[in-house]
T-cell receptor, first 112, second 114 residues
């Protein structure tokens, strides 16, 4: 079973640096989602793609955050000029048009 | 904006005890409801979901949940828990006016003592 794959699993970086995460969804899924989860909280929605189109963005997604899904397959989430408050687990999920969302293992970001 | 409340943040039970985890949501329109589980070191997995029809939904591993529209609730139940049910449980909601974004509750951490 090839589930949702995220890379890297862990990222440690200094404040002010840029980071990029990758998500490979389940191959037949055309919908892809990014969420952020901080300690002791449930995941919070960041953005959603249907194929290559970014259809929804949360107010949590400041202008330092950008997400792409150029060919409607994998997606990248970039954070520019990282801040301490960006430390979190970044989760990717995918679904078919009418299906439930399947989550990856996440990328844990730590800002020094 | 819709919200999801899970009233119990931590629950400790002994094996064979019955489980009920509360979940309430704020949106008044048509909703889809989910329970996800996260075992230690693993990713979120779907336990069960409700879209329409019978409000009593059965999921994997003996879990069930009941949708009570008048109470805006979707409580998770299991008659007899096992040590392997130790995990964090998240209730989540989507509604027709918010695309497919999931709104999650804060989670309930369940510890089952052997």
């Amino acid at each position: 079973d090839t589930g949702v794959s995220q890379d890297p699993r862990h990222k440690i970086t200094k404040r002010g640096q840029n980071v990029t995460f990758r998500c490979d969804p389940i191959s037949e899924h055309n919908r892809l989602y990014w969420y952020r989860q901080t300690l002791g909280q449930g995941p919070e929605f960041l953005t959603y793609f249907q194929n290559e189109a970014q259809l929804e963005k949360s107010r949590l997604l400041s202008d330092r955050f950008s997400a792409e899904r150029p060919k409607g397959s994998f997606s990248t989430l970039e954070i520019q000029r990282t801040e301490q408050g960006d430390s979190a687990m970044y989760l990717c999920a995918s679904s078919s048009r009418s299906g439930s969302q399947h989550f990856g293992d996440g990328t844990r970001l730590s800002i020094l | 904006a819709q919200s999801v409340s899970q009233h119990n943040h931590h629950v400790i039970l002994s094996e064979a005890a019955s489980l009920e985890l509360g979940c309430n949501y704020s949106y008044g329109g048509t909703v889809n409801l989910f329970w996800y589980v996260q075992y230690p070191g693993q990713h979120l997995q779907l336990l069960l979901k409700y879209f329409s029809g019978d409000p009593l939904v059965k999921g994997i591993k003996g879990f069930e949940a009941e949708f009570i529209k008048s109470k805006f609730s979707f409580n998770l139940r299991k008659p007899s828990v096992q040590w392997s049910d130790t995990a964090e449980y998240f209730c989540a909601v989507t509604h027709n006016n918010a695309g497919n974004m999931l709104t999650f509750g804060g989670g309930t951490r369940l510890m089952v003592k052997p």
